[in-house]
């Protein structure tokens, strides 16, 4: 009877651990990124941002494009091995959910956001040049690309020509996509002390 | 509606004969002793505060806080760093104000800074300062030069060309305020290195 009891406590002990440690960041995310998806609300507050939402008036998008990524299709297992193939570093933060990714090479860092499932849904990067030749260059192959990809920018401002960017600080190109259910916003910024490229998407529900 | 009172008032009427700007002002803006009161916009020949007045001060300022927020409900922390979600607990020390009073004191910075009076009286009716101590108002925080690039390039020039400033090419023709009258104070590297890496 008492080894029974014991038994009984130490089942419901485990239970109750294993349930505390599946919430403990680095075993969601290694748990997301094996395709365990679980439950939409993490109890200890390790549960991802609310989903982006979009204008739902706006037409949707062909494509989800973001740095040779696909929102909404991207998992994080692709993302690890683009990792490895790039030798570029990632920090995972939140819980497996948000990784950041250093590209020293390129004066580039990136930053994954992934859903509860360890889908890609947005990507943030910035890179920082010294002339404006090169942030302009990146500027309008990204703004080539999208466009290629999902269409005309729905909003764009400024010019992003090098002569414009170096004309003086804070000079700024910007070139926006909007749709239902996607976002991009890429910007070419003088700062004074070079030259910055920064890139949003965002995937929208 | 008075957003901004400028608390010296005898200084109006030399502003009203120079055209400052701001109607709806009770007191209108002056000259102030801010490091951008000698800077010249491209459309007007005057600094940025005599430019565009307490009215679109106050509109930037506001935006900025929206979108500092709209950016923390959407990316968290992953650009702007992790200074915005300190703000009013205390832990560093220069965190301290809470989310209002925070706001009121860049206001009074923002418009000391381009060339407005020391002293503002904000849109809450309290009395704010404008000269600052960056380096301590930064202490603490290990704000990085990619968080201030995101945040200014990002947050400060969106909200300044949304609310009006002129962005062109540059001179009287297509003018550029952004950049001459905005531009060198937060670009100025002595001015970036009293906020990174606090």
């Known amino acids: 009877m008492k080894r029974a009891a014991r038994w009984g406590l130490a089942a419901a002990s485990a239970v109750v651990l294993l349930g505390l440690v599946i919430h403990v960041p680095p075993i969601r995310g290694w748990l997301a990124a094996h395709g365990h998806h679980g439950g939409d609300s993490c109890p200890f507050g390790y549960g991802t941002a609310a989903r982006h939402r979009g204008d739902p008036t706006a037409p949707h998008a062909h494509a989800r494009p973001a740095l040779g990524f696909a929102l909404g299709t991207t998992t994080a297992a692709e993302i690890a091995r683009w990792a490895t193939d790039h030798a570029t570093t990632c920090r995972a933060k939140r819980g497996g959910t948000f990784l950041e990714c250093a590209d020293p090479s390129a004066s580039t860092s990136i930053w994954l956001q992934l859903d509860e499932q360890g889908v890609l849904e947005a990507v943030q990067a910035t890179r920082r040049e010294p002339t404006a030749a090169m942030i302009s260059d990146a500027f309008v192959q990204r703004q080539a690309e999208l466009t290629a990809q999902v269409g005309a920018p729905t909003r764009h401002d400024g010019s992003s020509a090098p002569n414009a960017l170096t004309g003086a600080a804070l000079r700024q190109a910007m070139v926006e996509y909007r749709f239902s259910d996607y976002h991009a916003l890429v910007r070419a910024t003088n700062m004074g002390d070079g030259y910055v490229l920064t890139e949003e998407y965002t995937r929208l529900d | ?198």
């Open chain 2, 1 to 198: 509606m008075h957003l901004i009172s400028d608390r010296i008032v005898f200084i109006t009427g030399l502003c009203a004969a120079a055209g400052c700007g701001t109607d709806d002002m009770k007191a209108a803006p002056q000259m102030g002793t801010g490091p951008g009161a000698s800077l010249r916009c491209d459309s007007s020949g005057k600094n940025a505060w005599e430019t565009y007045g307490a009215d679109a001060f106050v509109a930037v300022n506001k935006s900025i806080f929206n979108a500092v927020g709209t950016e923390l409900g959407a990316n968290g922390d992953s650009n702007v760093g992790g200074s915005f979600a300190l703000i009013g607990t205390g832990n560093p020390p220069a965190t301290r104000d809470p989310a209002p009073t925070f706001e009121g004191k860049l206001a009074a910075f923002l418009v000391y800074a381009y060339g407005g009076p020391t002293e503002i009286t904000y849109t809450d009716g309290l009395t704010y300062q404008g000269e600052q101590d960056m380096t301590i108002a930064h202490t603490g925080l290990g704000i990085t030069s990619s968080q201030y690039d995101y945040f200014i390039g990002n947050i400060v020039v969106p909200a300044l060309t949304g609310n009006g400033v002129a962005h062109g090419m540059g001179g009287s023709a297509d003018p550029d305020d952004v950049a001459s009258c905005f531009a060198p104070i937060v670009t100025d590297p002595t001015f970036k290195a009293s906020i990174v890496g606090k």
